[in-house]
């Protein structure tokens, strides 16, 4: 495997924890079926990533009580990750690095915003710390970091999707296979702890 195809975390890569926050896991607002089964995988890899000093980005929703994805305006949602509520917080066992870079998104309460590109200063964050390749893992598998991946192949990074660190939704069954497919096909690696350990 030459360097360009290595899996093995470098120098110019960086890991995006997608939206793995406690109203996305079982008991929440807006639960993602085992979304807590993501929680110990991220950990070991924003362990690894922070040991060789590379930069890990944590996303989350962050939304205004009136946003528009919500059902009392007209969205599809029930009311989930209102900024500053218990619900936004990330997950408790979720063990993210002293140094993490938060992500807030769908801030406005008159715009969606599933990718992590829809914050307004994220590509310029990861411009100034040169990364070129992102290992995305988080929540949901069809949502959000289908969303994320998407952007940031359209946009020129290469993406390492983690496929033990995602679950789906699964609103109508095989959503989540269909949106693994749809990413491996626009150009991301699927990978696993093994793979990106070199295990």
């Not at 939704?169 to 095989?174: A, C, L, S, T």
């Amino acid at each position: 495997m030459n360097d360009e195809t290595s899996l093995n975390p470098r120098t110019g890569d960086a890991l995006v924890v997608i939206d793995v926050q406690r109203d996305f896991l079982p008991g929440g607002a807006l639960a993602v079926p085992e979304g807590d089964e993501v929680v110990g995988p991220l950990n070991r890899y924003a362990r690894l990533f922070a040991a060789r000093s590379l930069p890990v980005f944590a996303s989350r929703d962050w939304h205004p009580a009136d946003h528009c994805s919500f059902v009392e305006q007209g969205g599809p949602w029930p009311p989930h990750c209102v900024a500053g509520t218990t619900g936004a917080q990330f997950a408790p066992e979720l063990q993210l690095p002293a140094d993490v870079r938060i992500i807030s998104k769908a801030t406005q309460p008159d715009r969606e915003a599933y990718s992590d590109f829809s914050a307004d200063d994220f590509v310029d964050r990861l411009r100034r710390q040169g990364v070129r390749r992102l290992f995305a893992g988080g929540l949901a598998t069809e949502y959000c970091v289908l969303a994320t991946v998407r952007d940031a192949l359209a946009r020129g990074y290469r993406v390492v999707l983690l496929v033990d660190a995602i679950r789906a939704i699964e609103g109508r069954p095989g959503d989540g296979r269909r949106a693994i497919d749809e990413m491996t096909r626009l150009g991301a690696l699927a990978a696993n702890w093994e793979d990106v350990a070199g295990l």
